[in-house]
């Protein structure tokens, strides 16, 4: 991590005065997911129970700060932004194909003869891509369609060069809205930066 000197860092309960250090990362993988709907049907007439596996791509692009709470030991701010595509989820008329999910985590880090172990907890939020059919419309109508909740990660990072990093993260969350839920996997191969 690149240290900037005199920081503070805040976090819930907690003040720590002591240089920051800054890392980042972009990152390459897939995820598994699933996205269901439970609920009435447009028309009022019934209840519906509709789930879709979905697999992709996923492209991250991660920062963090942080602060060493001890040697080796530090707690930090993480914040990730994810492009999901190739997803083809489909529930009744209505299609999603891609996502953008967004992601601020508390991470607890510790590095161990330039290892580095990063675990982090916090919340998320997804913006899907989605297609209606319409009767009434020559083609299908685009809309948007977001969910939010809770997330966790985990990662490994080994020296690869000075200040860069190769590393191995996956995370999972649970997005929810009304009566509409995704819960998604995403494992990925990360450069990092320090």
């Avoid at 860092?9 to 709907?37: E, H, M, N, Q, W």
Wanted: overall charge negative.
């Amino acid at each position: 991590m690149r240290k900037i000197p005199l920081g503070l860092l805040f976090l819930p309960g907690v003040v720590l005065a002591a240089p920051l250090k800054v890392d980042g990362s972009i990152a390459a993988g897939a995820l598994v997911g699933r996205i269901a709907y439970d609920g009435p049907q447009a028309d009022g007439s019934g209840h519906l129970h509709l789930g879709d596996t979905v697999v992709g791509e996923a492209l991250t692009l991660g920062g963090s700060v942080g602060s060493e709470i001890a040697e080796g030991v530090a707690l930090g701010l993480g914040l990730d932004a994810t492009y999901q595509n190739g997803l083809r989820g489909r529930l009744g008329f209505t299609s999603y194909d891609s996502a953008v999910e967004l992601d601020a985590t508390a991470d607890l880090t510790v590095t161990r003869r330039g290892v580095v172990w990063r675990a982090g907890a916090g919340i998320s939020a997804a913006l899907w891509n989605a297609s209606q059919a319409a009767i009434a419309a020559p083609d299908n109508v685009a809309s948007l369609d977001m969910v939010r909740g809770p997330v966790a990660k985990v990662s490994v990072s080994w020296p690869f060069a000075a200040h860069v990093g190769v590393a191995c993260e996956a995370r999972s969350a649970y997005l929810v809205r009304n009566d509409l839920s995704y819960m998604a996997t995403t494992a990925v191969l990360a450069l990092s930066f320090r």
